[in-house]
């Protein structure tokens, strides 16, 4: 499975791109982030993100998007603009018919270094140690981006977006089969 991750911001966009391998393994395909300049209008920063995005999705063809869950911040312009962008992103997929997952920080967090709370610098360490890579992915929206397409592999039921109208493989069906038997069984006092 080839994995698309994005960590969407209005200035930073990370976009990384990596491959499942045998045994809960990872490679890295390509990395980067799309630039937006902050002096120009949203609307033209939202054409440049755009046009970014489809050129990855065009160029890597992946089999599944990952999109960071944008949460509430207390600077409202900063999480506008992050939540249009992935707007942007699952657009884009769904233009092509491409699944999109959706997970929060904290899961991406916990999927790559086994803790929900770990720090910016623990979890680009680990996507480094995760890939084989010889040193940290720079800047760290790229890291995040790369973080969030190995949580997806290793996390894939229950995200994605669309319902009934994407594939799932049949690992997939089990863990959302299971997710959900969990959430309707009440917990045993």
């Known amino acids: 499975m080839r994995v698309l991750g994005v960590d969407p911001g209005l200035t930073r966009c990370g976009v990384g791109v990596v491959d499942s ?29 755009a046009q970014g995005l489809d050129e990855w999705l065009d160029r890597v063809v ?37 699944p999109v997952a959706m997970h929060t920080p ?40 790369l973080a969030l397409a190995i949580c997806h592999l290793w996390r894939p039921a229950g995200a994605l977006q669309g319902g009934e109208r994407h594939e799932m493989t049949s690992a997939q069906r089990a863990w959302a089969a299971a997710e959900q038997a969990a959430r309707r069984t009440p917990p045993r006092r």
């Open 106 to 145: 904290s899961e991406v967090k916990a999927a790559v270094t086994g803790s929900g709370t770990a720090g910016k610098a623990q979890v680009q360490q680990m996507v480094t140690r995760i890939l084989g890579l010889t040193e940290i992915p720079r800047p760290a929206d790229a890291a995040d981006a």
């Open 21 to 49: 391998q045998p045994g809960r393994r990872a490679s890295l395909v390509e990395v980067g982030v799309l630039l937006s300049p902050a002096g120009a209008s949203v609307d033209l920063r939202l054409l440049q993100i």
């Open 62 to 98: 992946p089999d599944v998007v990952a999109v960071e869950r944008v949460f509430a911040q207390h600077n409202v312009s900063t999480v506008m603009g992050t939540a249009q962008v992935a707007g942007l992103a699952m657009l884009a997929a769904a233009r092509r018919s491409i």
